[in-house]
């Protein structure tokens, strides 16, 4: 199981601010693909996914334990 966490824009999109999921062994891109099935329109928001606190390319791996977490992009003055 691995924790995700939603920010602004992407929790008003889901509905939640965290959920747990069994997604562990699959990578960022996948992650991306399952989350885009389960709350459509996802990824039009520019958001990207960090995993345990960090950004995640594509290819990145999540691994049991991880918490993943939507943000979508931050501007301010």
Do not use: C, H
């Amino acid at each position: 199981m691995i924790k995700l966490l939603y920010f602004a824009g992407v929790r008003e999109l889901t509905g939640r601010a965290d959920e747990e999921a069994d997604l562990a062994g699959r990578s960022v891109e996948e992650l991306w693909q399952w989350a885009e099935e389960r709350y459509p329109g996802i990824r039009e928001g520019g958001a990207r996914i960090a995993v345990n606190e960090e950004y995640a390319l594509p290819d990145d791996v999540v691994a049991a334990g991880d918490t993943a977490a939507f943000i979508p992009p931050v501007s301010g003055g």
